[in-house]
Each structure stands twice: as structure tokens, then as C-alpha cells.
């Protein structure tokens, strides 16, 4: 089926490949001279169009850096396509050039556009005299690696060494190891990459110029494992027998580029003088050999320059070095100062470009410019964001948000700064903006990309079509993964699949791009998000750093209060051990040491809430990051004063009601979101099918809410894998129990179904809105950690999915209590309350209810339930109970009884005389 859909989409790119590839150009320039202008004019009346495509590739190539508009603009200005093979073989030529001098001059996204244009070009028609490996497929994987795509490069590059181990050419064979060598390291893959250098060296003949590059690829590896005396070794090696190759463009590169590493290496062992010299004579290389091209390298040898300076205390030089790696990325940009910052519209997504307005950011603040510092970091989100917005892998997006978090620290220390400084309003918004930049961005994009889709289940035009096939294809090759292991095709075919359709989705980015949720988050937005905040809630929004975290608070009116807890660093680190030491293993440790718990649980409370005042009136929603977002806020104890009796404890949420988010963002498309009313399905599951698994007590939940709420309910054997797909869409409240399987115990998390799990990546392409998604399983809300996006958890992908709301477990909670507080969540929950204070309400009945069981009192068996999500009520139909309709149909039928015998009387009454 991949197969049949990659023909399909190859041809779809080429039919769209102009609007890619001259997405950036301009018309024709009225500079062009005016014999050329009559030469193309001629060889048009003429009708020669591989002449004419020619023409304006050899006038582009004697200057590429001034006339590169006029070579994208070459599509729209042919008054024909091509007919024969020498014309298709000229606008193939055409097609690698744009993509070419469009990386040459900096402008890496156009140059990857024009290249996948030429590939499906070339796929659609063969051309026998075309070298597709060395002027596509290599270029546009080295593309995606320089962009930081690197599960999109290596498929590419697989590709590539599939053909030249197909046509047994060892040269490329060896020079696409090295590539898929760099791509694997900067993934940080390292066994990986170091595998694929050492096949390159393998296949690569020794007496060539590529050996070295080799050997540098080798040095790059070893460097990045801190290996550094052996990598200085190595790279000596290539140096010298790059030497050798003076008179070859490739080697001169190369050699250039060895130069670079020998710097990085030097900068790695603190020998910061041959680490400036080794970098300034790789500038003096390209300036001298590569006049009018190579401007990406420029700016990195200048961006690598200034990190010397950096390093040797000498912050205005660097800042220097940094402004020029920027002039040469952004040639039509014309600073007044070296503190001017480029605007926004010139801004884009590219690891040298985000790192050299980084590295002007840190000399900046270095020189006491922190006003310029701060507006250079939201230049780099900026620049971020438009780079998650080009990737199509996940992976690629969270790669480049923890990039985004370690900047965020930074800045968050610089605004603070400023607003301690000034107690302008500015800076404690842009200390809001750069916490939600830095957090919950990929769930955010998720969730608008599944409602854009949402209700398409029928799409009419084919594009969407294939898309959906594909979207089906990739999730059976997913599960195929793990029942098939021994399948040796499923990962080439899912590669194939996901490339396929990054492709498709690039016909939609155009008005996705146009839409609000694809923009950046900027102020504006942040005051619409306050307006919906409830009149009586109040957002506790955290920002976990290095070394210091914040609190920011703020409600309805705006941001209130911020406050700064250093030294969190160690609270953050110490967190995990509490988690394992008393919630993961059980109630035994919480119960043996009550006290040494209690004092731990107020030790954390203290490090963040100590003076707090809280408003007994209030709701509120907390924001957690980093570590914090494992924490049971609920069971922190607000005083330092312990008690043998474990119900007297002063519990956090004893006092106010608590409920979580992933971010503002996140939770404001959560409280707008529309969801449909009135109707529920649960999903009970004791076992799976054949499985040893623990029985689970399901059946008492399954009866009581089957008698309390109306709607459909799927028990044991019924509970299936189709049931729950077909089912659960369109519904207002999903509520499942069965077992479940985490991020933190599995590379695939699922929920247990009677005949087969359901994984997380089964929800990867669903597109459904329920008002609220009941988790009753273990560890649903427990997961891996993705720096800057929070933990990745089933509950993460529900809401990913569209939930409005859901409800997961931290920890393995007591079965018999999470029932109990089940019940009660739902009744509570039909007095027209919202799941937070309905599940609130819940634990404070249920242990009322249990106050003579001390051991009950402990946090373990309630506090690892939580809810994430909007603060709207869910509205459900109860269910009738059978006395009931037993009373009701018993007054129906006496009222029947008593009309019938008045009929009875009325007939029998005589009539009077003359009726």
C-alpha cells in the first residue's frame, strides 16, 4: 500500500513543486540587461526552452548571492514546460541549482523545497544521464541535518546509500556513511554514528581526499563523547592528508571544515589560542576560494570565533563576530548598531542563526545591555518556532524545545532581573511569555493540528485522502513493530509512509501557517488567555530552571505576584527520591515513617509556598514544570507541626481546590474547546484476553455508575479494541478501567483492552473531543520526562487527542479507595459542578466516610488521583433507577383506572327526558 502512495505522492509534488520553489522569488527583475532580456526573448519566439532555461542559469551562476530572485522566479516565467528529454533534463538541472544557491546564500527552507521538488521529479521521470545521489539525495539529507531534522535526514540518506550500494560505487558508498555519520551524532546517537564512520572508512579509498573528511567525521564523534586527546589525534590526521589536495574544490572544503573541528576540539581542551587560529584560517579559506558563496560556513566560523572570545573574557569582540555570522545569514538586513536585533520578518528557523543571535544575547547581557539581551532571546523563540514549524517528527519538535528551555532559563533570569529593576509591567508579561515558550509548545501544536481535522471522517478531496490512508498506514506499521519484530521491512515501511506524508502535509502548511495557533505566542495573546480564567481562580504558573525556578501568579486581571525560589535546583533533584521513596512502592514506607514523611512533605511545601496566603474562596489551577509535575500538590501538608492523627493533618487541598494544566496555552484551547453533552461510555476490563495479569475489581464500578448514569458500558469481553475506537468519538465523558502500561515502564504505553491494547501512538491521528476522559487505570498520569513538554503520559495523549479534561493516576493507587472516590466524583459531579471541584469535593467525602480508618487518612490511597484540564461543567443524564419506572408506571396505571370508571359511571348515569 506505501508503495502504490508514494507514486501518488510524487506525483502530487510535482505538481505542486513551483509553488514550493517560488514561494520566495520575485518577478523579473527589470536589472537584467537588456541583451540578455533580448537573447530570452528570441530563444522564446523560438520555442526553445531548454536554451532559455539555460540562458538564465548561466547568468545566475556568474553572481548567484546578487540574481538568486531572478533564478526562483524561472517557473513562473516559462511560457511552457518542458516536452522533450532534453528539456526535462534542463528543468531538472534547474530545479538542483535553486536548491543549491539558495543554501549558498543562507536560505536553507527554500533550498530543501527545491530539492524534494527535484527528487520527485526525478522519481516521476527517470533521467539515465542524471547522478541523482550526489546533487539531490545527498544535498537534501545534509539539509535536513543542518535544520535538525535528523529522523527526516537519515530515511533520505538511507535512501541514498540504498542506490549507491545498488550501483556498487564505494565513493559514495563512503561519503554517505559520512553524512549519515554526522546526521547520527548530532541526533546523539553516538554508537550509532561512530557504526556508520567506520563503515565509511571501510568503503572509502584511502588515497583520496574523502579519507580525511572521514577521519574529521571520526573527530567530530569522539569530541562529542569528550574524548578529546584522541579526537585532536584524528583530526591532526585529516589535516594532513587533506593537505595533499590542495588543488580540489571538495578537499578545499573539507579541509576547511577540519579546520572548524580542530577549533571546537581546541575550545573542548581549553587550548582557546590554536582554537582562534585553526577557525581564522578556515574564514581566510572560504573568503579566498569562496568568494560569493558558502555564506552559511562564514557565519559559522564567525558564530565559532565568537564563542573563543567568549570564553577568553572578551565579550565585545564576540559580540562582533556574532553580528557578522548574522550579516552573512541575512544579507539584505541593515543594522544601526550591534544592539539592534533583525526583525521579525527576517527571521527564521536554523541552528547557526538561532546560536549566533544566542551568542549576541549572551554578550549583551555580559556588557550590561540586558534590555538588548532580553528582545535577542525573543528573537531566538521566534527564530524556534519557525523551525518546529517546518518539521514533521515529533522527535525533531521536542530536540529543538529543549534547546528552547536552556535559553529560557537565561532569559527568565534576565526579565526577572529587569522587573526587580524597574517593576515594569513589560517585563513580568515577557517572563510569562518566555515560561509558556518553553513549555507544552508540541502538545499545543498537537491539539490544533487534531481540531483542524477534526470532523473530516469523510474527506472529499484526494490530497486529504492520501493523507488519511497514510495517517492509517503508519499506526498499523507502529503495531506491527511490536507484534512482528522478526519483520524486517515494517521500519522501512513506516520511514517511507512518514516521509510520504510530511510531504502531503507540506500542501496544507500554507494555511495552517495562516492560522492564530500557528503563530508564535505573543502578549496579546497572553491577555486573552486571562480573560478566561474564572472571576474566582487563580493560575499558578511555574518555570523550572537550572539553578532558580519561579512562580508567576495571576488570574483574570492579569499577572499579580511572581516569586523566585533559588537554589531549586537540588528541591528538583530530590524530588524523584521522594516520589520513589513513599508513593511508588506502595503504602508500607508511609506508614512505617509517618513522620519523617510529614516532614519531608512540609519541607517541599516550604521551599514553595512558605508565606503564601491562601484564599479559602479561591480555586486553584497549577502550572507545574520540570520535576514538579510528578508532585501530589494535594498531599503537601501546609504546617510544620505533626500529629499522630493522620486526619488532622493540614493538607494542602483541604483548604483550597486544586487542579493542573500543561500550559496556559494549552489549558485556554482546552477551556474554549466545544464538547458534546449528555452522553457517556465506560469501559470496564478485569483482565485482558489470555493474559497474567492481577483481576481487577471492576465489577462494582461498572454496576454502580451503570445505575447512576445514563449511557453505554462495555464490560470484560465486550470492552474490545473496535468498540473503544468506534464508541469513544463523539462522546462527552470517556471513562475506562483496566490495567495500564507507562512511558515510564515501556517504550510503547498503553491501556489494557480485553482483546488487545490500546497504545499511544493509536492515538496519534484520532481527532475526537470529549469533555472529560476518565483514566481509571495505574500510573496514567505517571510517564517519561520530555524536557520543556512535560511528562509524557497517556493522560498527555488524550489531551493531545482533543480531551477537554482528563482524570489520571500518578501513582498505583488502592483499587477499593479509587472506587469509592470514583463514585463520589460522580455524584458530585451531577450537582452541576466542573470535574475539578467535583473530584475535590470526592476526596473530601470520601474521607469523611473513612475518618475511623487512620491508615486511609494517608495520602497514598487518594492524593494520586488527579484532574488536568478546563474548568467547565460536564453535563450528564442520570439513570433512572427501576423503582422508578415502577412507581411511575404504577401511578400511570391507577390514574388509567380511575378515568376508566368515571367512563363506566358516566354511561351508566339515565338519560333526561327530550336528550
Known sequence: MAHCLYKVVIQFTIYCSCFFVTSFASPDSTGVPATLQHHLQELQQKDSLEQWLYARIDYVDAAPFERIDFLMATQQAAWRTYRTYDERVAWFNLLILQGYYQLQTGNIISSINAYEAALAFYEAYPLPDADNIAYVLKPLGNNYTRLGDYHTALFVLSKTLALAQQRKDNREIAATYSNMAICARWKGDLPLAMEYSKAGITAVDRRTPLYGLLLSTSADILTEQGRYDTASRVIAQSLTHLQRYKHDTDALYWYASALQMASRIAIGQGRYGPAKQCAQEALQLFDRYFPTARQREKARVNELLGNVCLKTGQPQQALQYYQQSLLWLLPSWQPASLQAVPPEALLYGESIFTDALTGKATCLRLLGKPEAALDHYIAVFMAGHKLQATFFYTESRLRELQLAKGRADAAMQLAYTLWQDTHQKKYEEQLLLIAELSKAQVLAHERAARFSRAGDFQPADSITRKARQLQDAIVYYQRELINSPANKNIPDLLQVAEYDLSLLNKKTRQQEEEAPEAKMLNLVQLHHFFERIPLQATVLEFFAGRDSSYIIEMDAKGISAIKLITGSGRLQDSLQHFMQQWFMHGPAAMMNAPKQFYQQCYGIYAALFKGYQWNTA?????????????????????????????????????????????????????????????????????????????????????????????????????????????????????????????????????????????????????????????????????????????????????????????????????????????????????????????LHDAKLKWMQEHGGNATLQLPYYWAGIVYSGHLLPVVLEQERSRWWYYTAGTLVAIALVILLMKAIRRRKQPRSPGA
Open 618 to 838: 479561591r480555586r486553584y489551577l497549577l502550572i507545574p514544570d520540570g520535576q514538579f509535575s510528578y508532585l501530589p500538590f494535594d498531599a503537601l501538608v501546609t504546617n510544620e507541626k505533626y500529629s499522630l492523627n493522620y486526619g488532622e493533618w493540614p493538607f494542602l487541598f483541604k483548604q483550597v481546590a486544586l487542579s493542573q494544566a500543561y500550559s496556559l496555552h494549552t489549558w485556554y484551547q482546552q477551556q474554549t474547546g466545544r464538547y458534546p453533552v449528555h452522553s457517556f461510555t465506560g469501559f470496564f476490563v478485569s483482565k485482558g484476553k489470555g493474559l497474567r495479569q492481577p483481576v481487577l475489581s471492576v465489577m462494582q464500578e461498572y454496576q454502580s455508575l451503570q445505575g447512576m448514569i445514563k449511557g453505554d458500558y462495555f464490560l470484560d469481553s465486550m470492552a474490545t479494541w473496535q468498540n473503544f475506537t468506534t464508541h469513544t468519538r463523539g462522546m462527552g465523558v470517556v471513562h475506562v478501567s483496566t490495567h495500564a502500561v507507562s512511558s515510564a515502564q515501556d517504550s510503547f504505553p498503553f491501556l489494557q483492552l480485553y482483546d488487545q491494547p490500546f497504545y499511544l501512538f493509536d492515538l496519534r491521528y484520532r481527532s475526537f473531543a470529549p469533555s472529560l476522559v476518565v483514566l481509571g487505570a495505574c500510573k496514567t498520569a505517571d510517564g517519561a520526562w520530555l524536557a520543556g513538554e512535560g511528562v509524557n503520559s497517556l493522560s498527555r495523549g488524550f489531551t493531545a487527542a482533543g480531551a477537554g479534561g482528563v482524570i489520571a493516576g500518578i501513582w498505583n493507587v488502592n483499587d477499593e479507595s479509587a472506587i469509592g472516590i470514583m463514585q463520589q466524583f460522580y455524584q458530585q459531579l451531577q450537582q452541576d459542578k466542573d470535574p475539578a471541584l467535583a
